[in-house]
């Protein structure tokens, strides 16, 4: 219709500047870095209110069952249950709020589709394709959501290629890390953003080494062609954007991790408390990872903290504030040098066991 060859003819204009070739990456990077400045800003404010509000109610847990159990199992329930739960949802939920309604907004309005088209010169020189951008974005909400997305490439060496390079892009449980390293740093909000983006910018140029690396070797071969509809731009509609966000992506993600985190808190309970030889079993495993954690820039409990998070990556904070707070150490302030090399380490540690999992029922 004639309606219809106007839209497509308005795409064809769009595209020519969001698509072209001198203005394809600086519109990428600006869209990148405006989503993530609205997210820093944003969730530094949620993050205050439920820090707030998570202190009241674990006050108010304890209140209750304090005086009406016994000591122990009332230490059990609020510091091995209730305060990583709440620690989980206050350090998980401010960034997913405001971060993946923006995503949904750039899914619906039709830009992902062409960040995948602008990328797959990159893909392609490093023996891949464009499908790969698709699930390396997919990547940013779950790792293991983005190894069953991995389905839409059809060439089996380079989906080899995607499955195994997609832990590089930091997922949704380990953006929180980055975000509360950067406050440690005590850094202003452009500052956080500037250097968030140059972080997943380093991620794709890591991915896209390991690509050209695996291509080159191990998954020897060319680059298959690379065909992908572009959907016709449209205004998204935000009330359904925001539901669907938070219902599909945000309750999803996070209830997972309550689930997860309520069995490593009461885990690390037990172990700070079973003592060896007079001292916490906590305490010998935190002290014979010391000297691997000093040499990767970090220390014993976080080591162990990352170790204990396999199941999930969102736990990795909550078990290190768990760690610290339940020896005799306190909780420490973090360098900068420090605060960088968790920031490093969580970006490039081992995937999860969700992620792995999901790797080995989708190719074995």
Same mark, same amino acid.
């Given at each position: @219709? ?22 394809? !990456? ?21 993050? +205050? ?31 091995? !249950? ?35 088209? *602008? ?27 983005? !190894? ?17 390079? *997609? ?26 953003? +500037? ?8 991620? /794709?140029?890591? @991915? ?51 689930? +997860? ?21 906590? +305490? ?31 736990? /990795? ?48």
């Amino acid at each position: @219709t004639e309606k219809d060859g106007e839209s497509d003819a308005r795409d064809r204009r769009i595209d020519r500047i969001v698509c072209g070739k001198y203005t394809a !990456v600086p519109i990428m990077l600006l869209l990148c870095g405006l989503v993530l400045w609205l997210t820093v800003c944003f969730s530094s404010y949620l993050s +205050a209110g439920l820090e707030m509000l998570s202190g009241a109610i674990l006050a108010a847990v304890r209140a209750v069952l304090e005086p009406n159990l016994p000591k122990s199992l009332a230490s059990l329930l609020c510091v091995g !249950v209730v305060s990583p739960v709440l620690q989980v949802v206050s350090v998980m939920l401010p960034p997913m709020a405001v971060f993946f309604p923006l995503f949904t907004i750039l899914e619906d309005l039709g830009y992902l589709p062409r960040a995948a088209f *602008n990328l797959d010169r990159c893909f392609a020189g490093c023996g891949s394709c464009g499908k790969q951008a698709l699930t390396m974005l997919m990547g940013l909400g779950c790792n293991a959501a983005a !190894v069953s997305g991995c389905r839409i490439i059809d060439s089996p060496r380079e989906r080899a290629v995607a499955v195994i390079t *997609n832990s590089f892009i930091p997922c949704n449980g380990r953006l929180p890390i980055l975000f509360a390293m950067l406050g440690v740093m005590g850094l202003g909000n452009f500052s956080s953003m +500037a250097i968030l983006m140059g972080l997943l910018v380093f991620a /794709v140029l890591v @991915t896209l080494a390991v690509s050209k690396l695996l291509s080159a070797t191990v998954l020897r071969g060319n680059a298959s062609s690379f065909a992908l509809e572009l959907p016709p731009y449209r205004i998204p509609q935000i009330g359904q954007t925001l539901v669907r966000a938070f219902l599909d992506r945000c309750v999803y993600i996070l209830g997972r991790a309550v689930r +997860a985190a309520a069995p490593a808190g009461v885990f690390i309970w037990l172990i700070v408390r079973w003592e060896i030889g007079g001292e916490p079993l906590y +305490a010998k495993l935190s002290a014979l990872l010391d000297p691997v954690g000093k040499a990767a820039g970090m220390d014993g409990v976080l080591m162990l903290s990352f170790l204990l998070a396999f199941p999930a990556a969102e736990l /990795v904070l909550p078990l290190a504030a768990a760690g610290y707070t339940l020896t005799a150490a306190g909780m420490p302030q973090f360098s900068a040098v420090t605060a960088g090399a968790v920031i490093l380490f969580a970006m490039f540690h081992w995937p999860c066991a969700a992620a792995l999992l999901t790797v080995r029922h989708e190719y074995r």
